[in-house]
């Protein structure tokens, strides 16, 4: 089946830097992916919607400016976290399909744990 | 958006034995599909089943099966024969059958088994 990948699986940076996490459609084109942050315990919230070629979506109170979403490709979308903070410490998922509109198949990525030191 | 709510926080369940986890959702839309999920310690989201909100019919797929009210706006989801494999959190999805493909996740239910 299809397979979305994440990269990198766990990151530690420190506090002000900026990075970066991947989301890949390894065996088809993804016109749209999803970024959901997780804190411990807690639900997948929506950040975000990638729109391959336009920009993203954000969900209201989302900071667009800190959490850049780039979607340059069908099968790549990447979320930058600029100027990261302690408080951005969580888990992000990003799902994609490989059609834009329901009663498909959504596949999610395996997830990305971020540090914030 | 959409509201889902799982009101269980926490359920445990003896081995072999079956349990239900609650779900209700609140939409003004009548086309949609609903979802469980589970997330196990790796956090890799696995889905467990599917329900359109068009078929009456509830879903099911092995062990676990679904009570779907369309009027009540429920979807509970029976684990029968409950294996040590099972315990997880589990999600209750909710996405629109129109506008797009984001889900709605409710706030889980951690579920213990015990041996």
């Known amino acids: 089946g299809a397979v979305v990948s994440q990269h990198p699986s766990r990151v530690i940076c420190k506090s002000g830097t900026s990075v970066k996490i991947e989301c890949r459609s390894l065996?088809?084109?993804?016109?749209?992916m999803f970024w959901y942050r997780q804190f411990p315990k807690k639900s997948l919230m929506l950040m975000a919607t990638?729109?391959?070629?336009?920009?993203?979506?954000?969900e209201q109170g989302v900071e667009k400016d800190k959490f850049l979403i780039n979607h340059a490709s069908l099968t790549l979308s990447t979320l930058t976290v600029t100027s990261a903070h302690p408080e951005d410490s969580s888990f992000y998922i990003c799902?994609?399909?490989?059609?834009?509109?329901?009663?498909?198949?959504?596949?999610f990525g395996e997830g990305s744990w971020l540090t914030v030191v | 958006a959409q509201t889902v709510t799982q009101s269980q926080p926490e359920m445990s369940v003896q081995e072999a034995e079956t349990v239900t986890l609650s779900c209700t959702y609140d939409?003004?839309?009548?086309?949609?599909?609903l979802f469980w999920y589970k997330q196990p310690p790796s956090r890799q989201m696995i889905l467990v089943i599917r329900?359109?909100?068009?078929?009456?019919q509830n879903a099911t797929e092995n062990r676990f099966s679904v009570n779907f009210q369309k009027a009540a706006k429920s979807f509970s989801l029976k684990i029968s024969d409950s294996q040590l494999g099972d315990a997880a959190m589990y999600f209750c999805?909710?996405?629109?059958?129109?506008?797009?493909?984001?889900?709605?996740f409710g706030t889980g239910t951690s579920l213990t088994v015990i041996p």
């Open positions: 990638s729109n391959e070629g336009s920009k993203a979506t954000y």
């Open positions: 999805a909710y996405r629109s059958a129109n506008t797009g493909n984001q889900f709605y």
């Open positions: 329900q359109e909100a068009y078929k009456q």
């Open positions: 799902s994609a399909s490989d059609r834009p509109i329901s009663g498909n198949t959504i596949y």
């Open positions: 939409t003004s839309e009548s086309d949609y599909y």
């Open positions: 065996d088809f084109q993804a016109t749209t």
